[in-house]
Nanobody
């Protein structure tokens, strides 16, 4: 059974940095991608960055390009999201998720596809102006 657990959220001022970690347990053959998603109050959940684990391709939403960096430590079964130049609009609960279904884009979030991923509990990121 694939499980994920995030850590590393917190509060920073605008322009600051945070690094989120996501530990993935279970066999790598049981998932096809790992992604970071976020949900701000009153908004839909959205993809931030992800990796297709079969070929190592990484993807970024426009909101994080040039500021966020996705990395993976295969030996530790852990992925990271380095977030630099944080802005107040980055404030959200950040979730890590493993794709259990092959096919859908790893960066796409749809309520219909929610249960095709193994989700973590989320970690709060707050950026003050």
């Amino acid at each position: 059974q694939v499980q994920v657990a995030e850590s590393g959220g917190g509060s920073v001022q605008s322009g600051g940095s945070l690094r989120l970690s996501c530990a993935v347990s279970g066999s790598p053959s049981d998932y096809y991608g790992i992604g970071w998603f976020r949900q701000a109050p009153g908004k839909e959940r959205e993809g931030v960055s992800c990796i297709k684990t079969r070929d190592g391709s990484t993807y970024y939403a426009d909101s994080g390009k040039g500021r966020f960096t996705f990395s993976r430590d295969v030996a530790k079964n852990t992925v990271y999201l380095q977030m630099d130049g944080l802005r107040p609009e980055d404030t959200a609960v950040y979730y890590c998720a493993a794709d259990l279904v092959f096919g859908p884009p790893c960066l796409r979030y749809s309520p219909h596809e929610h249960h095709g991923r193994a989700w973590g509990q989320g970690t709060q990121v707050t950026v003050s102006a």
